[in-house]
């Protein structure tokens, strides 16, 4: 998700926090994600993306939840929030996968080329592009790759 949280202004700034948390129970209990605030960063407006891996923090279900609290609970402060592009990512990997081999061919060759520039590109996710291994294909692992094909 992207996020956006300011409490710089007004008579009494920097006195109220954002809280994001998860629940893997439908709600009947909450465990923290982030705290934002009252001071230091991210207090001061301009979006922000975040990204957790929720496995690390509860164990998924399908009774997940998640919640988004801009308080406003001191006096005399100006409390401004948002959040846009909330995404969750399901990451499955085969046992089987070679890092690199992006056409499924066995190997790591000139054939995995174009479609690992294709997911770099266009977005997307193919557990074999993921060369570093955190969750995203990106511009950090196309030196890896380059160093598989020439291998």
Do not use: K
């Not at 988004?68 to 592009?85: I, Q, Y």
């Not at 266009?122 to 990106?138: L, S, T």
Request: aromatic residues 8%; proline residues 3%.
């Amino acid at each position: 998700y992207f996020r956006w949280y300011d409490n710089t202004a007004g008579g009494n700034p920097m006195a109220d926090t954002f809280v994001v948390e998860i629940s893997n129970n439908g709600g009947s209990t909450w465990t923290n994600l982030e705290t934002v605030g009252p001071a230091g960063a991210g207090v001061s407006g301009g979006w922000i993306r975040i990204q957790h891996v929720i496995s690390d923090v509860v164990a998924p279900t399908n009774q997940m939840r998640v919640r988004f609290n801009a308080s406003d609970l001191g006096g005399g402060s100006v409390v401004e929030a948002g959040v846009d592009a909330v995404q969750i990512q399901i990451l499955e990997c085969a046992d089987d996968i070679i890092l690199g081999d992006l056409n499924g061919d066995g190997m790591v060759n000139l054939l995995d080329v174009s479609p690992f520039i294709e997911l770099l590109t266009n977005g997307g996710f193919q557990a074999e592009a993921d060369i570093n291994m955190d969750g995203v294909v990106n511009l950090l692992d196309v030196s890896l790759f380059v160093d598989l094909l020439t291998s």
